[in-house]
C-alpha cells in the first residue's frame, strides 16, 4: 500500500473518530445513564416514554395479517443463528490460541439495551432482543471473518465487493506477488496485536 493510501486511511480513521465524538455530545440530553451495564433513565423521561407508547391491542390492530403470519419464518431464523453462535465460540477459542490471532469480544456486536425503553410495547421489546441478537451474531461472524482474511489471505479481490470489513485496506494490491511471503508474515505479526 503506498504512502498516500495510507495517508487517506489515516484521514477516515480520524473523521471516523471526530463522527463518533459528535454523535456521543449530540446524545448527551438523552437522560440516561448507564450503570453495571444496565440502562437507567431519569423517572420524568421514562414516564414520558411510557405515555407514548403503544398498548398490545391497538399494535395488533394495525399490524397487517400478512405480516403477522410471516412472524413463525422471520423467528426462525434465530435457530441457525444460535447454532452459528456457538460454532462461533468454538472457532474463536480454538483459532485464537493456535494461530494466536486475537478477535474482537463477543459483547461489542451483540448488545441488549432496547429492551429498557419506555414507549416499546412487550412485542416490540421482543422483535429488538431478537434483531439485536440476530445483527449482532452476523456482526460478530463478520469481524471473526474478516480478521481470519487478514490472517491468511490478505489479498484485495481484484473485482469490486460491496462490504469491506474493517481489515480490507490494510490487504495487499490483488497480483501483488513481489516479496508476498515477507510481506504476510508482516501482517500475520500485527494479527497478534
Known sequence: MNDKIKEMIEEIETMKKRLGEEIVKQEEHASYKIRNGYVEFEKEMFEKQKANMMHLWDWFK????????????????????????????????????????????????IVFDRQYLGYLNIVEKLNCLYCAYFNGVMQYAAAIAGRTEFYFCPIKHAKKIAYKHEFYDAFLPYGYGDAYQKKLKEIRSKSED
Open 62 to 109: 394495525e399490524i397487517p395479517l400478512l405480516q403477522l403470519f410471516s412472524a413463525p419464518v422471520i423467528y426462525a431464523m434465530v435457530v441457525p443463528a444460535v447454532i452459528l453462535d456457538i460454532m462461533l465460540f468454538i472457532y474463536h477459542n480454538v483459532v485464537s490460541r493456535v494461530f494466536k490471532i486475537q478477535f474482537g469480544k463477543r459483547s461489542d456486536y
